[in-house]
């Protein structure tokens, strides 16, 4: 699985994704535990992933997103060398790895759509991007305010 973390909100996500294999392999999309019966079986080729690097990013905006355009448009996922601490890194996915390996009841009880901010857990399925299901569970999270929890209740 590849785990992909974004900042603001915070989401952590779990994808079914093909596997890298030796150049005389090929690789399988693989499903989630929780179950994507829809995914495609089709081996997917794929001999090597991008790797972005945010000190381009900070060093050389217009390169960093062009490599990133690039690697969506072409392979659709990528790796990025950052410059979180290990250790900080570490626990994130020790973390994440524990919640995803939960029963899928247990997640299901903080679903997003439980949630007046749509924060919480999505099943694999759920969201669609241009009319095609996403491959993905996913946890959705951030710091609440006050004035937050104040707009989502009244609306304004």
Not at 9 to 37: L, W
Not at 92 to 114: A, N, W
Not at 121 to 132: A, F, H, K, L, Q
């Amino acid at each position: 699985y590849l785990l992909y973390i974004e900042k603001s909100p915070y989401r952590i996500s779990r994808f079914a994704v093909p596997h890298i294999v030796p150049k005389n392999g090929s690789a399988v999309q693989t499903a989630p535990s929780s179950g994507a019966p829809h995914i495609s079986r089709r081996p997917t080729m794929i001999s090597s992933l991008p790797y972005l690097d945010i000190r381009v990013l900070k060093r050389d905006p217009k390169i960093f997103i062009e490599q990133l355009r690039s690697a969506c448009h072409n392979i659709g996922f990528f790796l990025l060398r950052h410059d979180i601490p290990n250790n900080a890194a570490s626990r994130q996915l020790v973390e994440t790895r524990r919640f995803f390996d939960q029963p899928l009841s247990k997640k299901t009880s903080i679903c997003y759509s439980k949630s007046p901010s749509f924060r919480g857990y999505m099943r694999v399925g759920v969201e669609n991007t241009s009319g095609v299901t996403d491959t993905r569970e996913q946890i959705e999270y951030a710091a609440e305010y006050e004035e937050e929890k104040s707009t989502v209740a009244t609306g304004r």
